[in-house]
């Protein structure tokens, strides 16, 4: 399956993604990363991969609609099938959403649905969380509400910090992203009446 990756900073999301798709056995392949700032770091990952990157910076637009529109537009003129939100730190439209219902996913540094949004890990420590995590999940126009398809879990240590609990899970969000991919590009998940059903749940 072609894949269009969306990003706004490090992308080391990206990275595993693209890691991932370079194994020989791999059911999906990234044809395209789009960025929305000109200093995320995501974009010379793909050109370092030789995959097309591109800049859609959404200053030089006068609204989201345009804004996606041009996402929208590059996406489709890539080919791409499946999206993935790998840290893309802008809102999407139900619009936007829509047009890609199934076939759009995100990662996101929670145990979903505790804590969508921001600040996620300082929250999980003021909450006394033992267990902290990662989510991907199918996007729907409720932001961080998507049906789940992989989730990692992550002790909270003593002492832990938002830092020191933020780079405990990003390298168990670098396992669990390329397995969703990997689940929906095979078709052993879909977005069916709202929720995420597995192959071998179905009839
Ligand atoms: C990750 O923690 C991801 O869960 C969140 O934003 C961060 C992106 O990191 N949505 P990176 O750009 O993939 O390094």
Redesign the pocket.
């Known amino acids: 399956r072609r894949v269009g990756v969306l990003?706004?900073?490090?992308?080391?999301?990206?990275q595993a993604l693209l890691d991932a798709a370079a194994a020989p056995e791999a059911p999906f392949e990234i044809v395209l990363v789009l960025a929305n700032r000109p200093d995320a770091y995501?974009l010379e990952r793909a050109r370092l991969a030789g995959i097309e990157a591109r800049l859609i910076d959404h200053r030089s637009f006068a609204g989201r609609e345009t804004f996606e529109a041009a996402l929208d537009a590059a996406l489709r003129e890539a080919g791409v099938e499946i999206v993935c939100?790998?840290?893309?730190?802008r809102v999407l439209t139900a619009g936007f959403v829509e047009g890609w219902t199934g076939r759009m996913l995100?990662?996101?540094?929670s145990l979903l649905p505790s804590f969508r949004g921001l600040h996620t890990h300082a929250r999980a420590l003021a909450g006394s969380c033992a267990v902290a995590g990662?989510t991907v999940h199918l996007v729907t126009p409720d932001l961080d509400a998507g049906p789940v398809v992989v989730q990692g879990l992550v002790p909270v240590l003593p002492g832990d910090t938002p830092e020191s609990l933020?780079a405990r899970?990003?390298e168990v969000?670098h396992r669990a992203y390329p397995r969703a991919l990997a689940m929906l590009a095979e078709d052993r998940v879909r977005l069916e009446e709202g929720r995420a059903t597995l192959a071998d749940e179905r009839p």
């Open positions: 990003v706004s900073g490090s992308g080391s999301n990206l995501g939100l790998a840290g893309f730190m995100n990662i996101h540094p990662c933020a899970t990003i969000e």
